[in-house]
């Protein structure tokens, strides 16, 4: 990072919980296991957790009981932050944060051609300043322009299960919420992350990318 740490601090093991197929998400513990976590369909717990953004938790759980499918804003600022990067770009971010050196990350997820990565609070307010300061601001264009959504804003969040038939096109979960609890990264870690993208982008092959809906995280390592 210019000017300052090279390798962000890693964050205690959260291992995920594997992804049961039906069971309620008011259930306490998964009816069947799989061999492998789906990373792309929120376990019980973490539509708690999402649901605990909003006013009411309790009616946005009985919606995706009802309803896994169906679209919900969720206010930022209390229980997380959103950083809405460029989709390739955001995806290179992602790549970073799952590499050798990286820390893993909490929930992402694409919607409309941006990825939308779930931060820590205050991340939002610090980022931007952040970038600014270690020369890496949009003036620069080697990042992009990063959307941070903090308190007072909104964002819609994907459907919980990764094949629902009524969840809106282009919108699904990369790596999907697992915990009541998740470790989101804060300003630092996404500006690391943020950095080592663009560089990542200065050194671009011109052979077309492999195709990165493919691409699954290993959640189990997460630091």
Known sequence: MPGGQDTPSRPPVSPFSATQGNRPLTAGTPVCMTSAPDVTAATAEGAAWLASAGTYP???????????????????????????????????????????????????????????????PGTAHRLPSLLAWEEWGPR????????????????????????????????????APDTRHPWLPGP?????????????????SIFPPADQDAKVYDVSRRR
């Open 140 to 175: 620069t264009h080697a990042v992009p322009p990063l959307l941070c959504h903090g308190t007072g804003d909104a964002v819609t969040v994907p459907a919980l299960e990764g094949d629902a038939g009524d969840a809106p096109a282009g919108s699904r979960w990369l790596v």
């Open 188 to 204: 630092e870690v996404v500006l690391w992350a943020a950095v080592r993208a663009a560089r990542t982008a200065a050194r671009v």
């Open 58 to 120: 309790r009616s946005t759980l009985a919606l995706w009981e009802e309803r896994p499918g169906a679209p919900v804003v969720l206010p930022c600022g209390t229980v997380f932050d959103v950083v809405s990067a460029p989709s390739v770009f955001g995806r290179r971010m992602l790549d970073r944060l799952w590499g050798a050196e990286g820390p893993g990350c909490g929930p992402v997820a694409v919607h409309r051609g941006r990825t939308l990565l779930f931060a820590a």
